[in-house]
């Protein structure tokens, strides 16, 4: 469970003070696929980063299975990070050096997995990247660069997975794809997910809807169509 308790993110430029995030309350219980959808500048990218430890936040406490990650130091973040979360960004963040088998081997070897290579290759089976083990980065597309990352951030089956527009990038074909195997890793690997995204049609296949503007959630709905299959 993530408990989020009254959550403030302020930045001074300028000579003056912006809030970005203002006293944000959220629980996310085990397991669940939540949206943060809102304009943007609203503040979802720092929630998000904040959530991962990525970022530190000006007050307010973020308590992951009871442990509040605002107190641990760079060396236990990175152990939690490495263990526990898995990342999806916008812009992929794939290493242009290393093929697809490589990039998600390393983050599995980085975890110190056992039979990382056979993991490695399974999942990016299972993101339909079977056949292109070898290719690096700049030799997939969009769409495929971006299963790549899917791969990468469940390859070491965390229990949170944090994707900030994992879809943005994408056409509208593609963007359903990744929201096809986003899906279904949920409903496998039993995950918690939390997905920024720009588009109602998106969030309309999660859970749980937050809206955020202006720094603070200001809308939260749980989707009454949603089905775990
Ligand atoms: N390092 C920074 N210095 C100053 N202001 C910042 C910084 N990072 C973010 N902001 C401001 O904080 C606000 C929230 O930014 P954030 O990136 O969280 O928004 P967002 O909801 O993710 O937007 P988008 O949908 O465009 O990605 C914005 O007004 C942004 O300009
Ligand atoms: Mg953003």
Do not use: C
Not at 55 to 73: A, F, H, Q, W
Not at 184 to 194: D, P, Q, W, Y
């Amino acid at each position: 469970m993530i408990e989020i308790q009254n959550l403030t993110k302020s930045l001074y430029g300028g000579g003056h003070r912006v809030d970005i995030l203002t006293g944000i309350d959220l629980t996310v219980p085990d397991g669940q696929f939540v949206a943060i959808t809102g304009p943007s500048g609203s503040g979802k990218t720092t929630l998000l980063s904040l959530i991962a430890g990525l970022d530190s936040p000006t007050s307010g406490s973020i308590i992951v299975d009871g442990k509040d990650i605002t107190k641990l130091n760079e060396d236990e973040l990175a152990v939690l990070r490495g263990e526990r979360f898995g990342f999806v960004f916008q812009n992929f963040h794939l290493i242009p050096t290393l093929t697809a088998v490589e990039n998600v081997l390393l983050s599995a070897e980085l975890n110190g997995a056992s039979g990382a290579h056979k993991k490695s290759k399974d999942i990016l089976g299972v993101v339909g990247l079977g056949e292109r083990l070898h290719h690096y980065p700049s030799q997939l597309s969009g769409g495929e660069q971006q299963r790549l990352s899917l791969a990468r951030a469940f390859v070491n089956e965390p229990d949170i997975v944090l994707a900030d527009e994992p879809t943005g990038n994408l056409d509208s074909k593609n963007s359903d794809r990744i929201m096809d195997l986003i899906t279904e890793l949920h409903r496998v690997k039993r995950a918690t997910i939390i997905l920024v995204t720009h588009e109602a049609h998106i969030a309309a296949r999660t859970q749980r809807t937050l809206t955020m503007g202006d720094g603070n959630i200001v809308d939260d709905v749980l989707n009454s169509n949603w089905k775990q299959s």
